[in-house]
C-alpha cells in the first residue's frame, strides 16, 4: 500500500476519501501526527486546499491529498461557501451552523427557491509542490426539517437531486457514489494510480 496523507483532522472526511480509494493507500490524516493548523485565509476552495496540501507536503514525504468543500446556497448568494465549517464562528460546530443557515433561510420570502450544492475541489502536493488538483459538485436543495443520522456537516438539511432523502439519510456507500467529493476523487483518484504505476 502507497502512503497518501490527508491534510484534515476531520476523521469524517478522511473514512470518505480511504472508502473511496479502497486498499491501494494507506490513507492517514494529521491526527498521526503533530503537524500544525494551517490557516485557511484563501477566498476560494482551491487556494485554500492549496495552502494546506502545500504547507503540511512541505513536512512530510509522500503524497498529501487536501480538499476545502463547502456548501452554496442561491438564495444566500453562495453562502456559507468558503466558510461552511466555520459559518457560525466556531470551526467545526455542525449543529451551530446549521442552526445560522435555518436562520438565514427564515430570513427570505416562504416561497423562495432553497437550490444549493456541495462543492470540492480537491488539491494533491509534494515536497511543498502542488502537482494537480480537481473538482466536483452535487446539485440539490436545502430542506428545512433536519432528517438522517449519517454523515455530517449540513448532510441532514441537503437533498441531492434526484432523491427523496438527505445525504443523512442515505446509506453511507449511496452517499459516496455521489456526493461532491466522490466525484472529485473520481478524477484525483486515476491521477494518483498513474503516479504509483509510474
Not at 491534510?7 to 469524517?12: F, V, W
Not at 485554500?48 to 438564495?75: C, F, H, Y
Not at 454523515?151 to 455521489?178: C, I, M
Request: hydrophobic fraction near 40%; aromatic fraction near 8%.
Amino acid at each position: 500500500m502507497h502512503p497518501l496523507l490527508i491534510a484534515t483532522n476531520n476523521s469524517h472526511k478522511t473514512e470518505e476519501i480511504a472508502a473511496i480509494l479502497g486498499s491501494t493507500f494507506q490513507v492517514k490524516d494529521l491526527s498521526s501526527g503533530s503537524f500544525p493548523k494551517v490557516a485557511e485565509t484563501g477566498t476560494t476552495f482551491l487556494e485554500n486546499a492549496t495552502l494546506k496540501a502545500v504547507e503540511i507536503s512541505k513536512l512530510t514525504e509522500g503524497w498529501v491529498l487536501s480538499d476545502d468543500s463547502g456548501l452554496e446556497v442561491d438564495a444566500l448568494h453562495g453562502e456559507p461557501g468558503v466558510y461552511s465549517s466555520r459559518y457560525a464562528g466556531s470551526d467545526g460546530d455542525d449543529a451551530a451552523n446549521n442552526a445560522k443557515l435555518m436562520r438565514e433561510l427564515a430570513k427570505l420570502p416562504s416561497d423562495t427557491a432553497r437550490t444549493a450544492r456541495f462543492r470540492c475541489v480537491i488539491v494533491i502536493a509534494k515536497n511543498g509542490e502542488r502537482l494537480a488538483h480537481f473538482s466536483g459538485s452535487v446539485e440539490g436543495s436545502i430542506v428545512l426539517a433536519s432528517d438522517g443520522d449519517h454523515g455530517f456537516g449540513y448532510d441532514p438539511h441537503f437533498q441531492p437531486e434526484g432523491f427523496d432523502k438527505t445525504f443523512a439519510q442515505l446509506p453511507t456507500e449511496v452517499k459516496n457514489s455521489l456526493s461532491h467529493r466522490a466525484r472529485a476523487m473520481a478524477q484525483a483518484s486515476p491521477w494518483l494510480m498513474e503516479q504509483v504505476e509510474a
